[in-house]
């Protein structure tokens, strides 16, 4: 009768052992690898807290470009409508020659959303599917694994934010615009028209890059120096201004996010 007793008294003590060593696994800081060029201070930071900083941001970003495409989609379709109302009354033939163009250049702006939309909308909807598979794992070789899937997807958008609003795309809008200008200026002779499409075009294209958003570009740099702070990218305050077209005017609009 003793033997059982031992038996029953060894299974009771691993039972208590499993049950407390598993929260204090979980407790414990989960190091995953570092990224290229980071700081040795983010090696220090747990795996896990590095991981909802990533996917903090990637949302935040995924919703300002979901906006931003939405409204500059709008405000194309918006201009080339107009354009092509006012060619569809003009009287002459020469008349409806600068609006036609006007139109079908605005047509550019929704376009080119659509062919190159800004990668972190599809990165980020990439990143929470592989999430859903890669944290199935096992202990904190899941997590190193989904943190390094994260952390390419993180770099890849903050690298086309930087593209799409660095000197290749200026350059590429001052080039279009400049062509437009010349088109319609040696091409007929409507010089006030090619002021009107080409620098008109191009203070829109200007100004559609100025509000693209880019905070990918700089919370990479952050958290590649190790200042990893959940809730930073949620609760900053921004303002965006964005164009505005309604029936009888048209204008800018401020939006705000606290």
């Known amino acids: 009768m003793a033997q059982p007793t031992i038996s029953r008294a060894l299974r009771l003590a691993l039972a208590t052992f499993l049950l407390f060593a598993r929260p204090a696994w979980a407790e414990e800081n989960v190091r ?63 008349d409806r020659i600068d609006p036609f163009v006007g139109g079908v250049t605005s047509l550019f702006i929704p376009g080119g959303i659509l062919v190159q939309p800004l ?15 890669s ?3 096992p202990g904190s070789p899941a997590i190193c694994v989904a943190l390094a899937r994260a952390e390419l997807l993180f770099a890849r958008s903050a690298a086309n934010e930087a593209f799409k609003a660095g000197i290749a795309t200026h350059l590429f809008v001052i080039g279009g615009n400049g062509a437009i200008a010349l088109f319609l200026g040696l091409g007929f002779e409507h010089w006030k028209g090619a002021l009107l499409n080409g620098g008109g075009g191009l203070l829109i294209s200007e100004f559609q890059i100025f509000t693209q958003p880019t905070g990918a570009v700089a919370e990479l740099a952050r958290y590649r120096r190790g200042e990893v702070q959940t809730t930073s990218v949620a609760q900053r305050p921004s303002v965006n201004i964005v164009p505005w077209i309604a029936m009888g005017g048209a204008g800018l609009a401020a939006l705000g996010t606290f």
């Not at 903090?56 to 989609?73: F, G, H, K, N, P």
Request: proline share 2%; hydrophobic share 45%; charged share 25%.
């Open 32 to 94: 995953c690898p570092l990224v290229d060029g980071s700081a040795p201070l983010l090696a220090e930071i747990d795996g896990r807290r590095r991981l909802a900083f990533v996917r903090e941001v990637m949302a935040d970003q995924a919703r300002r470009a979901r906006t931003w495409s939405l409204a500059w989609a709008v405000t194309g379709l918006g201009l080339s409508a107009g354009n092509f109302t006012r060619a569809a009354l003009a009287d002459t033939r020469d």
């Open 119 to 133: 990668d972190v909308m599809s990165d980020e909807r990439t990143l929470e599917a592989d999430l859903a598979v």
């Open 135 to 137: 944290l199935s794992g």
